[in-house]
């Protein structure tokens, strides 16, 4: 009998040493855990067998999807906008002017109105750039755009390709664009109103109808969201119009384009800028704010200046609408069945 008692106090002595060991073996893993925290590989294995729960210390990655959309941005809207409408910080307009020559000779006349610039402006920068230095600058600029680049390269009627540059440079550079049938009167350090200097990022000048933006000078500080809308505008109706036609940009003629100016020029500006205004600012904005205005009126951060600022002579020198700043000859080549000068 009292070995029995022995044999089992023996044995219960076991049982419970054995107990002890087995639950304090338990409670060490969660100190290997840590030492293994740092090691990304080993951390699902090492949670799994010790059952407690660790908080992952590496945070899920992004969808792929997303950071290629970030990266590799492929659609006009996605050009980046540099001015917002916080005014005070934004940089001043770029004091250059861009122009670009045809493929002929630049006549004395010519000659005359581009010695205007830089007499009326002596410390203004000047560019002229010619067919093959645009494509290059286009080539350049927007690599990473291959909607816009593509298009425009393929663009065989020459005053399409001269609007979409336009706004190609003044959104990359901006500055001042003036087409080179203009002669410059005024000082362009005159042509923004002081009380407007700080918050305009874009001055336009309605044609002699009063209620469309001449697009033969603009002016504008570079990436603005309303010259991404233009090009935006622009790039969407070619690509309508072509497939309409049943052909690709590249075949585009003069045949099936009903209105350049509505296109890609002026009308197309206007109506894409009046817009993006609207959708900024959440209230109307068309054309009968614009119409026949008398002085530069501000809409958000676009100046819009009377006719008399850019077009003067069409509009019969009227004398109630400020300064005349510039003249526009109405020179341009691009009224013919090629839509403009070609190479001879
Ligand atoms: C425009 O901004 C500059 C710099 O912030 C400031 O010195 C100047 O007074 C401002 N002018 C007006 C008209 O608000
Ligand atoms: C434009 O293309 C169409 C279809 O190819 C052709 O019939 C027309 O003559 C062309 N017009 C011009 C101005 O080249
Ligand atoms: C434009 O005109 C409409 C109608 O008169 C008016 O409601 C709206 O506020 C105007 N927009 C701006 C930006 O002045």
Redesign the pocket.
Known sequence: MGRFHYLLGLLLLFVCSFLWIASSLAKQPPSIVLTHESCVCNEDKVTAASGAVIIPSVRPEPPIEDMKRISNPKIPSHLPIANSHDH?TQSAIPFKLWQKAGSQRINDARQKDIHSWLDVNPHLRHEILTDDSADEYVRQHFAEYPDILNHYLSLPVPILKADLLRQLILYIDGGIWSDLDVTCHRPISTWIP??Y??KTNIVVGLEFDGFQFASWTIMTKPKTSHIVAVIKYVVDKLKATAAQHHVTTAELNMTMINDVVELTGPQAMTVAILQNLQKEMGIPVGRANITNIKEPTLFQDVLVLPNAAFASRQGGYPEDRGPYLVEHHYAGSWKNANGGETKS
């Open positions: 005070h002081e009380q200097k700080n």
